[in-house]
C-alpha cells in the first residue's frame, strides 16, 4: 500500500470554481500535511502546510486534515486561469522524511 | 535567496554507462532528497539523507545509489543505466526539527537513457 494516495486527475474546472483536491495517508506517524504546486517546466513549490487536524485558511486557499480519518484535502475558492498547474500533497514526519502523493493536474479555463 | 542547484537540466546517456547527478544546496539543510517524476506516478522518493554520510532508502532505490560527502552536496548515482530509468530526477532539501519540512526544490535533470 502506498504511504499517500492522490487522486491524478486531470481535473478541469472553469474559471470562478471552487476546486476541491484530496490525499489519503495511511501512516499516523506522518504528522506534517503540505500542497506543493508545480507549474509546467519547474520544481514544485510549497502552497500550504499544516500540522494539526482542521482547517488552515490563506486567501483563496484552505488547507484541510483530518487526522482519525488519515485525509487532507486543499480547497481552492474562486478558481483562477493562473492557478493551473499541478498539485501535489505531502506528508513529513520527525526524522524528516517527505513522502509525496502522485499529484492532480489542474487546469482552469477563462 | 535559497537555491538548490542541480548539475544539468538534460542528459542523455547509454544503457549501462554509470550516471552522476549532484545537487547542491546552499541553506545549511540537514535533509536532502532524490525523486523521480514520471506522468501518472508523482514523486517518488529514491534516497534520502538526514546527515552527513547518512542515508536511508525511500520508496525506489533499486538500482540507484547516492553519496553524502559533505553536508551541501548529494549525489545520486546510477550505477549502470537502463532505460526505465528515463526520468524528470528532482532533488529537494529541508532543515531540520519540527515545522522544518518546507522543502526547497531543484529545477530538476531530464535523465535520457538510450
Known amino acids: 500500500q502506498k504511504e499517500v494516495e492522490q487522486d491524478p486527475g486531470p481535473l478541469s474546472v472553469p474559471e470562478g470554481a471552487i476546486v476541491s483536491l484530496n490525499c489519503t495517508y495511511s501512516?499516523?506517524?506522518?504528522?506534517?500535511f503540505m500542497w506543493y504546486r508545480q507549474y509546467s517546466r519547474k520544481g514544485p513549490e510549497l502552497l500550504m502546510y499544516t500540522y494539526s487536524s482542521g482547517n488552515k485558511e490563506d486567501g483563496r486557499f484552505t488547507a484541510q486534515v483530518d487526522k482519525s480519518s488519515k485525509y487532507i484535502s486543499l480547497f481552492i475558492r474562486d478558481s483562477q486561469p493562473s492557478d493551473s498547474a499541478t498539485y501535489l500533497c505531502a506528508i513529513g514526519n520527525q526524522g524528516g522524511k517527505l513522502i509525496f502523493g502522485q499529484g492532480t493536474e489542474l487546469s482552469v479555463k477563462p | 535567496d535559497v537555491k538548490v542547484t542541480q548539475s544539468s537540466r538534460y542528459l542523455v546517456k547509454r544503457t549501462g554507462e554509470k550516471v552522476f547527478l549532484e545537487c547542491v544546496q546552499d541553506m545549511d539543510h540537514e535533509n536532502m532528497f532524490w525523486y523521480r517524476q514520471d506522468p501518472g506516478l508523482g514523486l517518488r522518493l529514491i534516497y534520502f539523507s538526514y546527515d552527513v554520510k547518512m542515508k536511508e532508502k525511500g520508496d525506489i532505490p533499486e538500482g540507484y545509489s547516492v553519496s553524502r560527502e559533505k553536508k551541501e552536496r548529494f549525489s545520486l548515482i546510477l550505477e549502470s543505466a537502463s532505460t526505465n530509468q528515463t526520468s524528470m530526477y528532482l532533488c529537494?532539501?529541508?532543515?531540520?526539527?519540527?515545522?522544518?519540512?518546507?522543502?526547497?526544490f531543484g529545477q530538476g535533470t531530464r535523465l535520457t537513457v538510450v
Open positions: 529537494a532539501s529541508t532543515g531540520p526539527g519540527t515545522g522544518k519540512t518546507e522543502a526547497f
Open positions: 501512516n499516523s506517524a506522518f504528522q506534517y
